[in-house]
């Protein structure tokens, strides 16, 4: 059976989806623009390196959805699941495989993408809960975490991997074809 894997925030939408649910779930709170600023400040400390991707998503659970309710987070999820915008990716490429030869495996919390793909395979990062509250990260799905959670599955090969970054290189050694994706367009194939 083939299998055709996509990535998320900017295979198969416009932008990265991350900050969005952060400013969804927590907005109305009056500290949320100087929350904000501590996350570029993170955002910054990741890319000269001086941090990695988990730290930098702890970060962001911890200033945006540490002690949210489940249920909180859930309807959240609903609310923002509705405005994330696909791209031509998804209309031209995911849509047309076949719903048994595909999915998504993403760096983005399952608990959105469960809602926006709710009959698909899907696969994401996962938030830790602690007597019903949102406690820290349980699971992040990024980099080798992506390509270990497919070896878990029995899943050791891939025949097709959409992805925008080469973070997914540890799915792209276990790729027949990648398809770089740039902007919602296929702009690379290896």
Do not use: H, W
């Amino acid at each position: 059976m083939p299998l055709i894997v996509f990535d998320f925030d900017k295979t198969l939408t416009r932008k990265d989806t991350l900050y969005g649910f952060y400013k969804i779930i927590d907005q109305e709170n009056p500290f949320f623009p100087l929350k904000r600023l501590v996350l570029i400040i993170a955002a910054m400390l990741y890319k000269l390196r001086f941090i990695d991707n988990t730290q930098l998503k702890k970060a962001g659970i911890f200033l945006f959805l540490r002690n949210k309710t489940l249920k909180e987070a859930q309807k959240k999820a609903k609310t923002y699941a509705s405005k994330v915008q696909l791209n031509n990716i998804y209309s031209d490429f995911y849509l047309s495989t076949p719903k048994e030869d595909r999915m998504i495996i993403s760096a983005s919390f399952e608990i959105y993408l469960k809602v926006i793909f709710p009959q698909e395979t899907t696969i994401g990062s996962c938030l830790r809960f602690s007597d019903g509250k949102i406690s820290g990260l349980e699971q992040n799905m990024y980099g080798k975490q992506k390509a270990d959670a497919l070896k878990k599955l029995g899943i050791y090969k891939i025949n097709t991997l959409y992805t925008d970054s080469y973070s997914d290189k540890p799915l792209m050694k276990m790729a027949d074809q990648v398809k770089l994706i740039n902007n919602g367009q296929v702009t690379t194939r290896i």
